[in-house]
Structures are given as structure tokens and as C-alpha cells.
């Protein structure tokens, strides 16, 4: 396995904060491999279709301005200064891609070779860039290899104790089995029955009145509310984890369909490794159980069972462990950038979850060498 200290000697092109350096180099790619399991790593292959088929179709798209949320064909976005350009295209490609360059917005070829997410129609104009640009370029780069799939490589070097990756979770929500915890600001609720308030809207417990506004709950409650689903948890002492949370995540995650397509298309894009899973004994509990719930108790005709697996199975595969000690938090959620990250028994990198939202935080535990796997 390729794990910290692995240098990674295909890389040619060179770190963008020396812009006398070549700015547009060829690197080396290896095609992605078919989906299944990848041991050692997190691995996000695309698994609907071949990257031929995306390069194909992304290459036209690219001759327009490239926004901060442009979608690939294949679902993953493009985000400034913050990503690469979709891993499903080979890196050596972006010398024919265009977008718009980041000074004077006339058409451009050249690129940031360290993010390769900013354009440039001179060298003089990615000079004069380059202040704005260099504390927004990000240290690392997504790689594609035909054994670990898609991963993080450091497009310099990073020093001991710098910031790589700051993202929110893409969903966050209870765990498959857990104690009662609040849906708002998912916090443990206390064992005694008078720390409990019951949502005015669909019956589930919160930590209070204040908690009914909180992002995190208001799509699945205003459903459960038109639905006329009312929640029935029975509260123990002592508390029992309750299995009927397992259907929240999944379902926040179907919810992202409507209000927030470009997250659910990220979404879709992890892997999932459901035919590895789908005869276990979870899964064939998930079949009965989740399926009537989400789609005969709160109505949702419209999702095809195939695809509430598809959502365990991602789940499965991509979620985090997110637990913070203040309330007894311990949840679970998705950092796509976060997925790519490799595996090893001697991490170059540590990640923590701040502030309401969880977002995750990876800062360097070591010097990491420019070409060094993160």
C-alpha cells in the first residue's frame, strides 16, 4: 500500500507559488479502476460510468466560464481554489480545457498548475493573480489510480501544523442504532423524561422549542408533517439505543434531490459498495423495515428502493465518526473531499470537527513533501 512517506516521482509539474515555474505541465494518469473494494484506502471510484465517457462530455462544457458549483457530467463539482479539476479526467487534459481567465476574464488555456482550478490567459496576469490566489490554492490535489481509486496527494510541500482541508459535511445525521439524541443540534437527550421536547411537528424528541428552526431538522419534519407521520420513541431509563433513527441519514440524504441537486449528485458520485453488502443481514433488515418507512409511511413514491439502499451503502462506506465530548455527540456524517484521504497506521495528517455545523478540519501532524499521499 502507498501510505505516508511515498513519493510520488510521476508528478512533473511544479508548485504554483514560484510563477516562473511551468505553470501547465503534463502529469502522469493512471485510469481508474471498476468499483470494488480497495483495501487500505477510502475508495470514491466513479462507478456509472467509464472516465472516457465523462472526459468526453466535460470537455465541450469547459469552453464556457467555469463557476464555484459547475457540475462534471458525472456529478462532481468544481470548486475554486478549493479541488482539482473533476478526478474523472485525466490531469494531462487540462491543457485543453478553457475557462475564463481569473483577471481580465478573456478565454484562457493556462492554468494553476498546484489546484488547476484557476485559469489564465498570460503569465503576467496569473503574477498579478497570484496575491489574491495563493491563500486560497490548495495544498493537495485528487489523483486517480487503477488500485486505490481516487485520493489526496500534496500539490507542495505542507509544513507541520498547517491548515489542508476545511469542508462541511455534505449530510450529517444519527447513527444506524442510537441513545435518543436531539435532530436539531444532535445532541444526546438526557435520561429523565422531563429534558425531553416533542417537535410541535412531527413528534420527535429535541433538546427544546429552539431547536425545531435548526437546518438539520426542517426538511424531514415539514415531510413527516404532510405525511401525518408522528414519531413514537419510547423513552427508557436507563436509555436504550433506538433503531429508528437508522432512517434519518438516509433520508436527509434523499431530501438533497430537490433543494440541493448539486449535493446529491456528490453524493451519488462516492462509492457505495452495495453489491458487497446488499445480502448481509443489515441490509435485508433495511429492506422491510427502512424501504416502508421512507417510501409507503412518509409517501415518498417517487424513490425507487434500489436507491434508499444506495444511501445506507454510501453511508456505510464514506461516513465519518463525528463525536464531540460537550452534549455527548455521536453522529455520523459525509466530507467528500475528506473520503479521498488514505488509510494508514502512520498518519501524516489529524482531522477534528468544529463549530455548529461539524466541519472538518485536516491539519498536517508532519512535513508532508510535495507528491507525498495524504
Known amino acids: 500500500m502507498r501510505g505516508r512517506g511515498f ?24 485510469p481508474e479502476r471498476s468499483p470494488g473494494l480497495v483495501t487500505g484506502v477510502r475508495a470514491n ?19 464556457t466560464p467555469m463557476k464555484e458549483t459547475s457540475p462534471c457530467a458525472c456529478g462532481t463539482l468544481f470548486a475554486v481554489c478549493v479541488s482539482v479539476v473533476c478526478s474523472c479526467v485525466p490531469p494531462h487534459q487540462v491543457r485543453g480545457m478553457t475557462g475564463q481567465c481569473a483577471v481580465c476574464q478573456a478565454p484562457a488555456t493556462q492554468c494553476c498548475s498546484s489546484c488547476r482550478a484557476v485559469f489564465y ?29 481516487r485520493f489526496l496527494v500534496a500539490s507542495r510541500d505542507i509544513k507541520q501544523g498547517e491548515l489542508i482541508l476545511r469542508e462541511p459535511p455534505l449530510v450529517l445525521g444519527p447513527k444506524t442504532a442510537t441513545f435518543p439524541l436531539c435532530l436539531g443540534c444532535h445532541r444526546r437527550l438526557p435520561s429523565n423524561l422531563e429534558g425531553y421536547h416533542v417537535c410541535s411537528g412531527c413528534n420527535w424528541p429535541l433538546c427544546g422549542p ?10 424531514e419534519c415539514q415531510l413527516m408533517r404532510e405525511s401525518g407521520h408522528r414519531a413514537d420513541i419510547p423513552f427508557e431509563s436507563p436509555q436504550k439505543k433506538e433503531a429508528v433513527y437508522c432512517n434519518i441519514t438516509p433520508l436527509r440524504c434523499l431530501l438533497l434531490r430537490e433543494k440541493h441537486p448539486d449535493k446529491f449528485s456528490t453524493l451519488l458520485n462516492l462509492q457505495s459498495h452495495l453489491e458487497e453488502l446488499r445480502d448481509t443481514s ?31 451503502a454510501i453511508l456505510d462506506t464514506n461516513a465519518f465518526d463525528v463525536r464531540r465530548k460537550k452534549g455527548e455527540v455521536n ?4 466530507y467528500p473531499t475528506a473520503s479521498f484521504l488514505s488509510h494508514d497506521c502512520t498518519p501524516n495528517t489529524k482531522y477534528t470537527f468544529v463549530g455548529p455545523e461539524f466541519s472538518l478540519v485536516l491539519t498536517a501532524t508532519v512535513p508532508i513533501r510535495k507528491g507525498d499521499v495524504i
Open 282 to 312: 443489515l441490509y435485508n433488515l433495511f429492506k422491510t423495515t427502512m424501504i416502508g418507512f421512507l417510501l409507503d409511511g412518509l409517501q415518498l413514491t417517487d424513490v425507487d428502493p434500489e436507491m434508499v439502499l444506495r444511501m445506507c
Open 45 to 63: 471510484a466513479h462507478s456509472d460510468f467509464p472516465p472516457i465517457f465523462h472526459l468526453l462530455i466535460l470537455l465541450p462544457q469547459l469552453n
Open 121 to 149: 490567459c498570460s503569465r503576467d496576469h496569473q503574477k498579478q493573480h497570484w496575491r489574491h490566489h495563493k491563500t486560497r490554492c490548495a495544498p493537495y490535489r485528487v489523483e486517480v489510480d487503477e488500485r486505490l481509486g
Open 210 to 219: 429552539q431547536c425545531e428552526g435548526l437546518a438539520p431538522h426542517q426538511d
Open 331 to 334: 453522529v455520523r456524517g459525509v
Open 7 to 30: 513519493r510520488n516521482t510521476d508528478l512533473s509539474d511544479r508548485v504554483g507559488k514560484d510563477v516562473n515555474q511551468s505553470w501547465n505541465t503534463e502529469v502522469s494518469w493512471r
